[in-house]
Each structure stands twice: as structure tokens, then as C-alpha cells.
């Protein structure tokens, strides 16, 4: 049984040189993207994020790969949403133009609908077109979905009548791609931590990272949580996780408590590195397991 002990201690570390840990662009200065790759079984959609640093009235264009290890044709259609984000990092879809930070009405994608063969790779290419506006000085992103099109088959109703139900084209398969578009003089490195707590779930114990984007960009941040045994002085650091966190949003970062922490006295460092150069955000917890 976990019971931590109510002292809680926030500090402001100054280090230098922080930021080359987190985000390394792939990208030249020109092309002003970064990119990070996935790949998924089956079909694969490379890169899974695309993140922009396009001054307003400028344009910039990026390409998506399409990889079809299947054994069977693939055909894909291309849309773009904004969507909005909750403290636990979870999506919700509004209607394009509907978003506060909304880039669906500054994006295209060239084909909007493409047909891979099964073993091929093929491309699309994303335009970005920032407004020469108050608008394009603004950060903003959105998703562009990818989805699946696949014609079903005609479904025989009463073969004997001759009657049949004709299926069109359905999405099957989506794939979410990101766009984050940061333009100059936004602050993308004001990362603050509100909270450091620990909190139960079931019969699991965490501790939790409430951190605050109160600066005026997309942030790109690693966190991570460092247990250290009072008694003996061993110590443990929890899984790293790196995040995005957008302006005027509010996050909250659980850390597993592992179940073989001996019973005593520990102390919790919840650490935040989000690019900038000069200081990283810390946090301190006291804890007694019995």
C-alpha cells in the first residue's frame, strides 16, 4: 500500500544547452519541416507528423509517403479537420474553419485521392499556405485523415427475386497525420509546471505531471519522472515521454509507480525539457510507501 506525505517542492533548474535533446530537425533550414516517421503493418504511412515554421504570406510543401506491403490494391481518400486537445492528450474533431488554431483552410494535398498496387510506394504532397494576416502569425495545426476506400461487393437479398442491396465506396482504414505550423516571434518554450502529485487508479499508483503551454506556440517537450530511495539511495527513472502541448492548453503526465518499490521513505523529480536553452522545469515529491 502506497501513502505519500503532503510536502511538495517546485525548482526552477538554469541549465545549458537542453534543447538539442529533444527535437533534432531532418529537415533543412529552408524547407523549414520537421518530420518523424512511423510505420505501421500492412500499409504504412510515413511521416505520422509534420511540423512547420512558415512566416505568414510564405508557402511550403512536404511529402507523404504511402507504402502498400499488402497483396492487394489499396485506395485512399485525403481530408483535412482541426481538432481541439484535452488535458490527457486526447483529440476531438470540429469542422474545418470551426477551430481557434484551426490550419485545415491553409492546407491542400495533391492527389486527394490515390490508388496504390499492392507492393507499391507511392506520394502525396501537402501545400501549406500561411495568410499575410494577423491570422498567419498565429501558431495553429489540424489533422489530415487518410482513409481506406474500399468498394463492397453487391449483397444478394432473396437470390430467388433477384433482389440485391449495391454497397458504395466505404472507408475501411484511417490514418491521422499531423500538422503543427509554428511561425517566427511565437514563444514555443514557456512550459510551466502546476502541479506534481501522486494519485490512485484502481490498484495502480502514479505520479503525475500537471504542466501549463502558457506561451504562444506549439511547444515539443520531453518529461520524465526520477525515484530516488531516501534510505538507501537507490535509484530509479521512469520511462521518458515526449509530447506535444499546445497554447492555452493544460496537460497532465502520468508515471507508473513499479509495484517492486521496496517500503520507505522516497523522493519524486518530475522534470520537463522543453527546448529551452536556459532552464528546464523540476518538480519535488516526498512519499512513504508501507
Not at 538539442?20 to 518523424?36: H, L, P
Not at 484535452?86 to 470551426?98: L, R, T, Y
Not at 437470390?159 to 503543427?180: C, D, M
Not at 518530475?270 to 512519499?287: H, K, P, R, S
Amino acid at each position: 500500500m502506497y501513502k505519500y506525505l503532503s510536502m511538495l517542492c517546485f525548482l526552477a533548474l538554469t541549465i545549458s544547452g537542453s534543447a538539442g535533446d529533444i527535437c533534432t530537425k531532418d529537415a533543412t533550414a529552408e524547407d523549414n519541416v520537421y518530420t518523424i516517421d512511423i510505420s505501421t503493418s500492412g500499409v504504412a504511412i510515413s511521416p505520422s507528423r509534420l511540423r512547420f515554421n512558415s512566416s505568414p504570406g510564405s508557402t511550403k510543401t512536404a511529402n507523404i509517403k504511402i507504402n502498400n506491403d499488402t497483396e492487394e490494391a489499396k485506395s485512399f481518400r485525403i481530408k483535412f479537420n482541426d481538432f481541439n486537445m484535452n488535458e490527457h492528450g486526447k483529440s476531438q474533431f470540429v469542422e474545418p474553419g470551426n477551430g481557434k488554431y484551426g490550419i485545415s483552410n491553409w492546407v491542400s494535398v495533391s492527389p486527394s485521392f490515390i490508388e496504390v498496387a499492392a507492393g507499391e510506394k507511392k506520394e502525396i504532397t501537402v501545400t501549406l499556405d500561411v495568410p499575410d494576416d494577423e491570422a498567419g502569425k498565429k501558431a495553429a495545426w489540424g489533422i489530415m485523415m487518410i482513409e481506406e476506400a474500399a468498394e463492397r461487393k453487391t449483397l444478394d437479398y432473396g437470390a430467388e427475386k433477384g433482389e440485391s442491396i449495391a454497397f458504395g465506396i466505404v472507408p475501411t482504414l484511417a490514418f491521422g497525420v499531423f500538422l503543427y505550423q509554428n511561425p517566427p516571434g511565437v514563444t514555443d518554450n514557456s512550459i510551466e509546471i502546476m502541479d506534481f502529485m501522486i494519485s490512485q487508479r484502481e490498484e495502480k499508483y502514479f505520479v503525475n505531471i500537471e504542466a501549463e503551454n502558457t506561451g504562444t506556440g506549439i511547444a515539443y517537450c520531453r518529461a520524465y519522472v526520477e525515484l530516488t530511495n531516501l534510505e538507501n539511495g537507490d535509484q530509479e527513472k521512469l520511462l521518458v515521454k515526449s509530447f506535444t502541448i499546445v497554447p492555452e492548453l493544460t496537460r497532465v503526465f502520468s508515471f507508473e509507480l513499479p509495484e517492486h518499490l521496496k517500503s520507505g521513505k522516497y523522493s519524486a523529480v518530475g522534470v520537463l525539457d522543453y527546448g529551452n536553452e536556459e532552464e528546464i522545469e523540476a518538480a519535488e515529491l516526498d512519499f512513504e510507501i508501507k
